[in-house]
């Protein structure tokens, strides 16, 4: 089946550690985004791409870092110098050229607990 | 980054009642949507609308794009038990169509009592 696919669902990680996010999709779409949900603030935008060796800072790249080596995959870092890192991490595609505009695909999701 | 203004956050209802929720924002958008998130999922696109004054239904699911540009309202009509989940609005700035990017608003939380 076509989808996103991201792991681990949940993680936990010592203070001064960096982490890495997997998000892997098979829907052969060119954009990808990655957004951080926290209770009662909704999806906030992290980094996007539109296409492989690209990338843009969203709203809150501070602390974060991000690759896009392939079309299939963007995987989300979240160092040290991220002061707040403990949150639900949503990756996202969105084909271009066809489909309802403005429609992201999402993975389930990983949640990341720093102890 | 702006965030649209979501409420209610959070609605405890019957089943069988009607709910709306609506979003707000001070700039205008050009595109309006409504994605639902079920426990433990990603958002899943609702509806979605484009032109000002809009009106569009998914099954009991009715939304509104705002005269103004600046507001979307969703209606749910006979609520069940599998409405449970968090409703967010989003929204497309001008010029921002190529980017994908959207502004999402808080969320707002339902839960149904069978």
């Known amino acids: 089946d076509g989808g996103i696919t991201q792991s681990p669902k949940y993680l936990f990680r010592k203070e001064g550690q960096n982490v890495t996010l997997s998000c892997e999709q098979n829907l052969n779409h060119d954009a990808m985004y990655w957004y951080r949900q926290d209770p009662g603030q909704g999806l906030r935008l992290i980094y996007y791409?539109?296409?492989?060796?690209?990338?843009q800072k969203g709203d809150i790249a501070e602390g974060y870092s991000v690759s896009r080596e392939k079309k299939e995959s963007f995987p989300l870092t979240v160092t040290s110098a991220q002061k707040n890192p403990t949150a639900f991490y949503l990756c996202a595609s969105r084909g271009t050229g066809t489909g309802v505009i403005g429609e992201l695909f999402f993975g389930e999701g990983s949640r990341l607990t720093v102890l | 980054g702006q965030q649209l203004n979501q409420s209610p956050q959070s609605m405890f209802i019957q089943e069988g009642e009607d709910v709306s929720m609506n979003c707000t924002s001070s700039?205008?958008?050009?595109?309006w949507l409504w994605y639902k998130q079920d426990p433990g999922e990603g958002p899943v696109l609702l509806i979605a609308?484009?032109?000002?004054?809009e009106l569009t239904s998914n099954g009991r699911l009715t939304a509104q794009f705002g005269i103004t540009r600046k507001d979307s309202f969703l209606n749910i009509s006979a609520s069940i038990p599998s409405d449970v989940g968090i409703y967010f609005c989003a929204g497309i700035y001008p010029g921002s169509s190529n980017t994908g990017k959207l502004i999402f608003g808080q969320g707002t939380t339902l839960q149904v009592k069978p």
């Open positions: 609308l484009y032109k000002a004054g």
């Open positions: 791409s539109q296409i492989v060796n690209d990338f």
């Open positions: 700039s205008i958008f050009n595109t």
